[in-house]
């Protein structure tokens, strides 16, 4: 200002160029489990409380499924800078299975066993290796496997089929009875036969039985051991009869022989 006049001319304005300050991003909660809810990560920053954009897989939905995704965090600030990236797994929710219907009587169908879970999701049954539900009798090794995305479970029973040899019915052969009897000169009915009823000797009490039509059995007496035959007079509404000598481990069947007198 040599004329005492403010110079037209001024220094042009400085521009300073500020670096972004580097910051310190965590993750956690990088192991979950499946439970129908969506799984974030926990972000954590030094300084704290910077803003933070977090993606899943690349998007920015939060995953729920199990399986693995790729986590990317990264500051958004007007001063700070700084990122982390890791890997989320969600694992399948542990379920437990219950066996049923094991034991079973053979007859020539198949026999397969039921099996119980909570929730009910698709359970992957084996039989010795086979997943065919067996027929024959025999043991088999029954393995129940979960198969669904976001559960797992398994488990091992035996499973048992029964072969019972049938008991042949408790029945006598049937007595011929005359049902039409003829009259004699004195207009008398012929006498009723006797039925003469044999058995082998047993070692404890026999109980005899009577039926008309095999479906209704009575208690006709109490024989004790040292007996083995009866003579009865035959009617016209008995028609069967058995025997069931009763053993200290159980009644059991004994043959008799049938005759009339």
């Known amino acids: 200002n040599i004329y005492g006049i403010e110079s037209l001319f001024s220094d042009p304005p400085v521009m ?16 979950r489990t499946y439970d129908g809810g969506p799984k974030p990560v926990t972000v954590t920053t030094i300084p704290a409380g910077l803003s933070v ?13 199990a399986g693995q995704y790729q986590v990317v965090a990264t500051v958004v600030d007007p001063v700070y800078t700084g990122s982390a990236s890791n ?27 039921q099996v119980q ?20 009798p025999g043991t088999y090794v029954v393995v129940a496997l979960v198969d669904d995305p976001n559960y797992q479970g398994a488990a091992t029973n035996l499973m048992t089929i029964t072969y019972s040899k049938p008991t042949p019915p408790l029945t006598a052969p049937a007595i011929p009875y005359p049902d039409n009897q003829t009259l004699d000169a ?25 039926s008309a039509d095999l479906r209704t059995w ?12 009866i003579t009865l007079q035959q009617t016209s509404s008995t028609r069967y009869y058995r025997a069931e000598e009763l053993a200290p481990a159980g ?11």
């Open 53 to 65: 954009v977090v993606t899943y897989n690349g998007l920015s939905t939060l995953p729920v499924n």
């Open 16 to 31: 300073y160029v500020v670096p972004f300050s580097n910051s310190v991003v965590s993750l956690n909660g990088l192991t």
């Open 117 to 136: 879970i909570t929730p009910a999701v698709n359970v992957d049954l084996t039989y010795n290796d086979s997943p065919t539900p067996p027929t024959q």
């Open 251 to 261: 009644s059991r069947p004994v043959p008799l022989s049938i005759r009339t007198k």
């Open 87 to 113: 890997t989320l797994t969600i694992t399948k929710a542990p379920l437990t299975i219950l066996f049923g219907n094991l034991d079973w009587n053979y007859d020539g169908t198949p026999k397969s066993v």
């Open 186 to 210: 004195v207009s008398q009915l012929s006498p009723v036969p006797q039925t003469l009823l044999t058995w082998p000797r047993t070692q404890n009490r026999l109980v005899l039985f009577q």
């Open 218 to 229: 009575v208690p006709l007496t109490n024989t004790q051991s040292s007996a083995n035959s």
